[in-house]
């Protein structure tokens, strides 16, 4: 299966390099090969970019994450404390292309209302991080 994984820039960012901090980018890689190791197709535009904010062509990069939306199988959201628009906006357009979406988030955060409106109306499935062996294939 290929999995658009949608993650947040912005609170894992810093502004002064545009680098995101190192151990955001050592827990998403990990995550990101786990699931890999698990026989699917990764898309994650923080890795498309090298971990580091695209300042210098955000309409492009939307293009670029719209455009891989598209082609994927499903769409694997890392929700954590702070809302992310452009997670939200990812959701958002992979629900409305009919693309199966899955909300993952560690257990002492809760979903906000409308994430878990989304996964009561059945239009998107809920999984706790950290993935596990057992949680990987439920991606399926």
């Not at 999995?3 to 810093?14: D, G, L, P, R």
């Not at 901090?21 to 998403?28: A, D, S, V």
């Not at 409308?114 to 062996?133: R, S």
Request: hydrophobic share 40%; aromatic share 8%.
């Amino acid at each position: 299966m290929r999995i658009f994984v949608a993650a947040s820039y912005s609170s894992k960012v810093n502004y002064d390099t545009g680098e995101v901090f190192p151990e955001y980018k050592t827990w998403l890689e990990d995550l990101l090969s786990q699931i890999e190791a698990a026989g699917h197709e990764v898309i994650c535009s923080l890795r498309e970019d090298g971990y580091h904010i695209n300042d210098g062509d955000p309409a492009g990069a939307f293009k670029l994450d719209t455009e891989s939306i598209k082609h994927s199988d499903a769409l694997l959201a890392l929700l954590d404390d702070h809302i992310s628009a452009g997670v939200q906006t990812e959701i958002g357009y992979a629900l409305a292309l009919g693309k199966k979406v899955i909300l993952a988030h560690k257990p002492e955060n809760k979903l906000t209302y409308i994430n878990a409106a989304m996964v009561n109306a059945g239009m998107a499935t809920e999984t706790m991080l950290p993935l596990t062996a057992e949680s990987v294939p439920s991606l399926n």
